[in-house]
T-cell receptor, first 113, second 108 residues
Framework: NAGVTQTPKFRVLKTGQSMTLLCAQD?????MYWYRQDPGMGLRLIHY???????AKGEVPDGYNVSRLKKQNFLLGLESAAPSQTSVYFC????????????FGPGTRLLVL | GQSLEQPSEVTAVEGAIVQINCTYQ??????LSWYQQHDGGAPTFLSY????GLEETGRFSSFLSRSDSYGYLLLQELQMKDSASYFC?????????FGSGTKLNVKP
């Protein structure tokens, strides 16, 4: 099992460009999350999904959009990248059981010039 | 709202024992998680406490007291490779809230 995978691993964008980050999971988890992590800081929730076809805003949703068309995939889009979106982006998944925690993908490093 | 407090940095010597505390305030609580993150890496799951008490996994143990809104991660027989950041996180139904992390420096 691959667990949680993210593509791409690294990307450089110019201000104003758009891109999509892909998260894929083979854990059959209902919940999926997108976080960003800035240097020396914790994880901040951007958007999340509680199931196929659903999405919801987290703490820092501005400038991002998401889609969950298939249960196993969660896409994060940047329509018009800004230097403030330079960060490391982590995807995570969690099961329905409240006795479980969440599991993270390897991350995507994004640099916006 | 939700808030988690943990020390920003801890230093210990190789072979020693270190405890990283986490206190939390949350409107709903389903469990406390601990993650390890090396520089440039992804958070790696260490332990999860849904009920009060101590959970042990090898050199790592985690404790939870729901009545005190408090938990800790205990690392024994410290090794140089344990130098990393450690995050506590609270599960509130389908969302998770993270502390700012504790940077552990292990010295020879």
């Amino acid at each position: 099992n691959a667990g949680v995978t993210q593509t791409p691993k690294f990307r450089v964008l110019k201000t104003g460009q758009s891109m999509t980050l892909l998260c894929a999971q083979d854990m059959n988890h209902e919940y999926m999350y997108w976080y960003r992590q800035d240097p020396g800081m914790g994880l901040r929730l951007i958007h999340y999904s509680v199931g196929e076809g659903t999405t919801a805003k987290g703490e820092v949703p501005d400038g991002y959009n998401v889609s969950r068309l298939k249960k196993q995939n969660f896409l994060l889009g940047l329509e018009s990248a800004a230097p403030s979106q330079t960060s490391v982006y982590f995807c995570a998944t969690a099961g329905l059981s409240l006795q479980e925690t969440q599991y993270f993908g390897p991350g995507t490093r994004l640099l916006v010039l | 709202g939700q808030s988690l407090e943990q020390p920003s940095e801890v230093t210990a010597v190789e072979g020693a024992i270190v405890q990283i505390n986490c206190t939390y305030q949350t409107s709903g609580f389903y469990g406390l998680s601990w993650y390890q993150q090396h520089d440039g890496g992804a958070p790696t799951f260490l332990s999860y406490n849904a009920l009060d008490g101590l959970e042990e996994t090898g050199r790592f143990s985690s404790f939870l007291s729901r009545s005190d809104s408090y938990g800790y991660l205990l690392l024994q027989e410290l090794q140089m490779k344990d130098s990393a950041s450690y995050f506590c996180a609270v599960r509130n139904f389908n969302k998770f809230y993270f502390g700012s992390g504790t940077k552990l420096n292990v010295k020879p």
